[in-house]
C-alpha cells in the first residue's frame, strides 16, 4: 500500500473515534449557540457551491489536504477509495497537478476533479453515496483581461455589466470583498481597475475559471492597489501584505488540544453531523490569552453557553473569538496589537472544565485555527519584493501614469503610502 493512501486510511479511522464527554458538552454549546444566538447567526448561510482549486505541492498528503484544508467528509474518501480504479488513479496525484472540487452547503463533496495533465483528467461525481467516474480530455485557454468601472450601487453590479469576464463576476466580487471591506466602504463614484486570469475549456460560453490577478481601488473611504504573488496573497507595489501577521495560538505557553477543530465530526450518540468550530486548549482558569494579530476588538459579552466572550476583527475579513473566559481586558473599539493581553481564560458558560475556545474565520467561515495558513509577515523580503515588481511592472506602471492623469484631471489625490 502506497503511503499517502495508508495514511488516508489511518487519519479517517482516528477521526471516527468517539469523542470525550467534555467534548460533547462544547458541542451541544455549541449547536444550541447556532440555533439562538446571533454569535453564530453567520453559520446558518454556508457557503456557496462553488469550484474550489488546488495545485498539489511537494510534501502533500491527499488524507491530510482533504481532512484539514479542505474540511471534506472522510466518508466521501472511503467512497473514492472503495473504487480499485479510482484508488489506482488517485494514489498517483503528483506534485503540480491540480484538483477541482465542489461540496454543498453543508460540506458534502459534490464533485472531485483531477487534471493530471492541463488538458486531461478525471472526474468524479457523487450523488446519494454512488460514484460515477468519467475521463476528462478538454482544450484549456488561459487568458488575462483587464476591467476598469465605477461603483454606482456595488462592486458586483458593476462587474455583472463586463462581458469581458466570462460570467465570472461574482466569483470575482467575492474576491474582491475578502481583500477590501467594500460592503461598509465603497461609495458611488468609486473607482477600480481588476487584472483578472480567465480560463476557458474547449468552446463553452462562460469561462471555466476566474481568478484576480491584481486590483487598484480609488475610492472616497479606502484606495488601495495591490497584486497577487507566488504565494496566493496580495502585496502592494511596495511589497506591504495586505494582511496583518498572525500567531498560530493566541497564548505564549503550550497547552493540550482537549477538542480539535471538526466541521464534519459524528455526534456519538446522535450519529448526526456536529461541528466543533474552533479548538479547545486545556488551560488553567486565569491563563492570560493574547491577540494573534493586530485588530479592533468588535464585541466583549456574555452567553450562556458561551460564556465571557472576546470577537475581534483583524480586517481582510479575518475574525477570532475567544469563549468561556474568566475575564476581558479590553473594550469594544479597542485596538490591539500582536501579543496584547485581551483576556484571562475561564471556565464560564456551558463548560465542563477549564479551556479557552479559539476560533478563526475568514469571511464568516469557520476555518481550523491549527491548519488554516496564515498571513505570516507584514511584507515581502527584498529578493521577493524585486520578483513581484517585475511580474507587475507594467500593471504597476500602468496606473502609476493613470494616477498622475487623474491627479492633473480632477484634483484627487490618492494615498499611495504603503
Ligand atoms: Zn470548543
Redesign the pocket.
Known amino acids: 500500500m502506497v503511503p499517502a493512501l495508508a495514511a488516508a486510511i489511518a487519519l479517517a479511522s482516528w477521526w471516527w473515534a468517539p469523542s470525550g464527554d467534555a467534548?460533547l458538552m462544547?458541542d451541544r454549546a455549541?449547536l444550541g449557540l447556532i440555533e439562538d444566538s446571533d454569535l453564530y447567526a453567520v453559520d446558518v448561510d454556508p457557503a456557496p457551491t462553488v469550484w474550489e482549486h488546488y495545485t498539489i505541492a511537494q510534501g502533500d498528503s491527499l488524507a491530510n489536504l482533504w481532512t484539514n484544508q479542505w474540511q471534506l467528509p472522510e466518508a466521501a474518501l472511503y467512497t473514492l477509495l472503495n473504487d480499485p480504479r479510482s484508488a489506482d488513479i488517485l494514489r498517483q496525484v503528483s506534485p503540480g497537478q491540480h484538483l477541482e472540487w465542489r461540496a454543498d452547503g453543508e460540506g458534502s463533496l459534490l464533485a472531485l476533479r483531477l487534471w493530471t495533465d492541463p488538458s486531461k483528467g478525471w472526474e468524479w461525481n457523487l450523488r446519494s453515496g454512488q460514484l460515477h467516474r468519467t475521463a476528462l480530455t478538454y482544450e484549456r485557454n488561459l487568458h488575462q483581461v483587464a476591467v476598469r468601472g465605477e461603483i454606482r450601487t456595488s462592486l458586483s453590479a458593476a462587474l455583472a455589466e463586463m462581458p469581458s469576464l466570462g460570467g465570472r463576476a461574482q466569483a470575482i466580487a467575492a474576491e474582491m470583498g475578502e481583500l477590501l471591506p467594500l460592503a461598509s466602504k465603497a461609495r458611488k463614484g468609486d473607482r477600480f481597475s481588476l487584472l483578472v486570469d480567465l480560463e476557458y475549456i474547449d468552446d463553452a460560453e462562460g469561462a471555466y475559471a476566474a481568478r484576480l490577478a491584481g486590483f487598484d481601488y480609488e475610492g472616497e473611504q479606502i484606495s488601495v492597489r495591490a497584486a497577487r504573488f507566488d504565494d496566493d496573497r496580495f502585496y502592494t507595489p511596495e511589497g506591504k501584505s495586505l494582511l496583518p501577521g498572525f500567531r498560530r495560538t493566541p497564548f505564549n505557553s503550550e497547552y493540550r488540544i482537549s477538542?480539535p477543530f471538526n466541521l464534519h465530526r459524528h455526534h456519538p450518540i446522535t450519529g448526526r453531523v456536529t461541528p466543533?468550530?474552533?479548538?479547545?486548549f486545556a488551560m488553567p482558569v486565569g491563563t492570560r490569552v493574547l491577540a494573534p494579530a493586530k485588530g479592533v476588538v468588535r464585541t466583549v459579552s456574555y452567553h450562556p453557553l458561551a460564556g465571557r466572550f472576546v470577537v475581534i476583527d483583524h480586517g481582510q475579513g479575518y475574525q477570532t473569538r475567544y469563549?468561556h473566559l474568566q475575564k476581558a481586558q479590553v473594550r469594544p473599539g479597542q485596538e490591539v496589537k500582536p501579543g496584547d493581553v485581551i483576556a484571562l481564560s475561564g471556565n464560564t458558560g456551558r463548560s465542563t472544565g477549564s479551556?479557552l475556545?479559539y476560533e478563526l474565520r475568514l469571511n464568516g467561515r469557520p476555518l481550523n485555527p491549527m491548519t488554516a495558513s496564515l498571513p505570516s509577515r507584514e511584507r515581502l523580503q527584498p529578493d521577493e519584493l524585486r520578483r513581484f515588481q517585475n511580474q507587475y511592472a507594467a500593471y504597476f506602471d500602468l496606473h502609476e501614469q493613470e494616477s498622475a492623469t487623474a491627479v492633473a484631471g480632477n484634483g484627487n489625490r490618492r494615498d499611495n503610502a504603503g
Open positions: 467534548a462544547t455549541l477538542s466543533h468550530l474552533g479548538t479547545d469563549l479551556h475556545h
